[in-house]
């Protein structure tokens, strides 16, 4: 087995199907651009990296083992990140994000 396949396969025990995690992903991020766009706000780009960060471990965590400590902490830790760029009043440019394709609505959640 290659070393690629024999990683994917460990993740799989822990992040779960890599197309279910997808759907869940998908549907949250879309749902915060369309909440962000609906509230007519603009976020830096740490936040709204960390928010779609913070997405995909959910996504894991929906499909994978919800008991991996690891997806909770990166969850932290990308929360984290965007509090210590308050911290230092950061002056970065804001943006709002573009929209994108909806998600398929014949893919139900698989929880």
Do not use: C
């Amino acid at each position: 087995m290659i070393v690629v396949e024999k990683i994917l396969e460990e993740r799989k025990k822990t992040h779960g199907e890599f197309a279910d995690q997808a759907i869940f992903s998908q549907h949250i991020k879309t749902l915060l651009r369309d909440l962000t766009k609906a509230g007519k706000r603009s976020l830096l780009a740490s936040q709204t990296e960390a928010l779609e960060m913070i997405a995909h471990k959910i996504g894991r965590i929906l499909a994978g083992d919800p008991d991996y400590k690891d997806h909770w902490d990166d969850i932290a830790g990308y929360a984290m990140l965007v509090s210590k760029e308050l911290d230092k009043n950061a002056t970065q440019e804001r943006i709002t994000p573009k929209e994108i394709g909806p998600v398929d609505k014949h893919q139900a959640f698989k929880v």
